[in-house]
């Protein structure tokens, strides 16, 4: 069964100024690479709908929805920032925005119905600073974060684990999920970094991996097959939700591990053997960071390959 891959034209349409990191060239790179790998042929594509207010509104605040939505610019000469100078919408932020969440809520839904055993979400902006009541570190809304609450609300899912494998921790996620003894939260992360949390958690629902820099894959291994392997699979997922960001790869001079493109084939291969065991495969996959853009494309190949199970 092909794989679902979920996204909009409106994602490659929201920049935040010229030589910002998080630019529409990443989903080009993820494009190009998976034709030339011919991965491209085993995709499903479909455009992802807009999220409901209601929808978003189930992780977060309303008031920040209304801030978003009054911050929006209208016309193509304006950029308006929500944060400390990180993060910004131009005209077409807000339209890309609401779509990102709504592939991930279109990702579960292709998953539960069993219309396909996964589904990966190429969108931007990226989600996982996202939190209750703000945005951040280039997020707008929690992608993941709103269909992991579409699965539990439509689905009566009872648990569902996140795993974010991005270099930074997924600070918005573990705001919006911690406590909640329906998710399982793991992040892994570069420590001490951006944003500078997640060192500390304490909710009996969230396993953070805090990382030195240099991290390479034989200790990033070690430290998921201690902490977050045996956790996951004694919860039992009914779903597995991915927060993926490469930004961990060597090659990306966002932070400084160590990790190479076969380290995130590995991580997605063990997550599909716990879906394989406990959830009939069902996996939904949502891009996070990756910015140096070749070895973007080859781990988000490399990801998808794995999730199929063809690798």
């Not at 990180?86 to 890309?96: F, I, S, V």
């Not at 990702?107 to 945005?135: E, Q």
């Amino acid at each position: 069964m092909n794989l679902a891959f979920i996204s909009h034209p409106s994602c490659k349409e929201h920049r935040m100024g010229t030589h910002h990191p998080e630019c529409p060239e990443r989903l080009y790179a993820i494009q190009d690479r998976l034709i030339a790998s011919g991965m491209e042929m085993l995709l499903t594509h479909y455009d992802a709908p807009a999220a409901s207010v209601e929808q978003l509104a189930r992780v977060h605040d309303r008031d920040y929805l209304q801030h978003i939505f009054d911050s929006a610019p209208q016309d193509g000469e304006t950029l308006a920032w929500i944060d400390g100078g990180d993060t910004a919408m131009n005209q077409h932020t807000l339209e890309a925005a609401l779509h990102s969440a709504g592939a991930a809520i279109l990702g579960v839904d292709l998953v539960m119905s069993d219309r396909h055993h996964a589904a990966f979400c190429g969108v931007r902006p990226p989600g996982h600073h996202a939190g209750r009541r703000n945005g951040g570190g280039f997020c707008i809304f929690n992608n993941l974060a709103v269909g992991a609450a579409h699965a539990l609300e439509q689905h009566g899912l009872e648990r569902i684990a996140i795993v974010d494998v991005d270099v930074h921790h997924g600070d918005g996620t573990e705001d919006i999920f911690s406590g909640d003894e329906r998710v399982l939260f793991c992040s892994s992360f570069q420590h001490p970094f951006y944003p500078g949390t997640g060192a500390d958690s304490t909710a009996p629902n969230v396993i953070n991996l805090p990382l030195p820099k240099l991290t390479d894959g034989a200790a990033y291994k070690a430290a998921v097959e201690s902490a977050w392997l045996p956790r996951i699979d004694a919860f039992a997922p009914q779903l597995i939700m991915i927060s993926a960001g490469f930004d961990g790869h060597i090659e990306d001079d966002m932070a400084h591990f160590n990790l190479h493109t076969a380290d995130y084939g590995w991580i997605t291969r063990e997550l599909r053997k716990l879906a394989l065991k406990h959830c009939q495969e069902r996996v939904v996959s949502c891009l996070e960071g990756g910015y140096t853009l070749s070895a973007l494309g080859r781990c988000v190949s490399t990801h998808l390959d794995e999730l199929i199970g063809h690798a």
